[in-house]
């Protein structure tokens, strides 16, 4: 049996539902489709199982893109303040964590709960788990053949995302469509993802493991500068916290993170102020700004005797230790990969589609929306909020 509907949206994640909901309630047929046995998988493990549904400052300036005005037109019709207008009606508390970010009191399965209903609403039917074949274009319709037998649509939605996370279904599902269509691609990788470094050059700070502190880092120059101040974790392999996942998006292979480990002193000034007046060793002094075991370690990779006094120390001495912590540079060999990666930087490229229906401007009918398309958030519930304002644009304009 074949069946024709008005709108298939393929991925119901975020941008997804949130197109197909849309759609529905303004009349159109739906049907979503997905492969996964489990619904909204991302949606579910995000902000720690309490998603991080949306940022309240999010602006177009907090996202990454090779076409960086194509987001304008999108998120500036649906807000996070549209957004929390859902969640008021569905009387979903919610609660303001850091910087603008903010993620449901109870659980992420609120938000899941809230887009079903939504779908509800707009009478979406649901073929899951049901994998895609193949998709063809018949004259102004699409056929797209999955293992529940065929479905031909008048519009066809792509919201599969990208390849973050492949051990809860992400797949390169949406770039294959692109190919297909001939559509041009910006060369995706791993974004908010912790970075690593070579074992032999990482060797003396993997006893750190677990250490965290507030830092400054930056990488790049000009336009593709990024810097943020957040909190950094050392781990086995490198470097993460929400400060190296920010600037992950903004790193370029080869070129070096500069990190300021004490942010707001100026450490080789504080220490060559306090010699005459500083009876206290190196170790001890450094423990005012630092962590104690990484002010141990610090001085020891660094060439420094933890127990030499602060007193008999050179000026040039104590400059260069000053600039090994307020301007620490240091190159990754890598990142973790798309398996720790929260999203994927890249994906189809935006001046392929039309910002304000987010369709391809040569394949009258298909739209590609959220993460599959080259628009990556900060850290902070931004991506999500891309995923809610790309489905709505989609989802008005089919």
């Not at 060369?187 to 993802?193: D, I, K, M, S």
């Amino acid at each position: 049996m074949t069946k024709q509907v008005d709108v298939a949206v393929i991925g119901a994640g975020a941008a997804g539902m949130m197109c197909a909901a849309v759609a529905g309630q303004r009349g159109k047929s739906v049907v979503l489709i997905d492969h996964a046995a489990k619904l909204a998988e991302k949606i579910r493990i995000s902000g720690g199982g309490r998603c991080n549904f949306t940022n309240i400052d999010a602006t177009p300036q907090n996202f990454l893109s090779q076409n960086p005005h194509f987001c304008k037109s999108a998120l500036s019709r649906y807000t996070p303040q549209d957004f929390l207008a859902l969640m008021k009606r569905y009387r979903i508390a919610y609660h303001e964590k850091h910087k603008g970010q903010l993620f449901c009191d109870d659980t992420a399965e609120d938000v899941i709960n809230m887009l079903k209903a939504e779908c509800a609403l707009g009478n979406v039917e649901w073929r899951m788990p049901c994998n895609v074949k193949t998709i063809t274009k018949e004259g102004e319709l699409f056929r797209i053949e999955t293992d529940a037998g065929d479905i031909l649509a008048g519009s066809l939605v792509i919201a599969t995302g990208g390849l973050s996370i492949p051990k809860i279904g992400a797949t390169d599902f949406a770039y294959r469509i692109a190919k297909q269509f001939d559509l041009k691609m910006v060369e995706p990788r791993p974004a908010l993802v912790p970075l690593t470094f070579d074992a032999d050059s990482w060797q003396p700070f993997v006893a750190l493991a677990g250490i965290a502190l507030p830092v400054e880092v930056e990488t790049g120059t000009k336009k593709a500068r990024g810097y943020f101040k957040e909190d950094l974790l050392f781990t086995h392999r490198g470097l993460s916290g929400p400060a190296i996942l920010q600037i992950s998006s903004f790193w370029q292979p080869g070129t070096p993170l500069i990190i300021n480990l004490a942010p707001d002193t100026d450490i080789a000034e504080v220490l060559i102020e306090g010699k005459s007046s500083s009876k206290k060793n190196l170790g001890n002094q450094l423990a005012q700004w630092l962590p104690s075991r990484l002010a141990d370690e610090w001085l020891v990779v660094n060439g420094f005797k933890g127990d030499a006094r602060v007193a008999d120390m050179q000026d040039k001495q104590l400059r260069q230790l000053g600039a090994s912590i307020n301007h620490w540079s240091i190159i990754p060999n890598g990142s973790e990969g798309y398996r720790k990666a929260e999203v994927t930087l890249g994906g189809i490229d935006t001046r392929e589609l039309s910002q304000q229906t987010m369709m391809v401007n040569k394949v009258p009918g298909l739209h590609f929306i959220g993460e599959s398309v080259d628009v990556t958030g900060w850290l902070g519930g931004y991506n999500f909020q891309w995923a809610w304002a790309s489905g709505v644009a989609a989802g008005q304009a089919i």
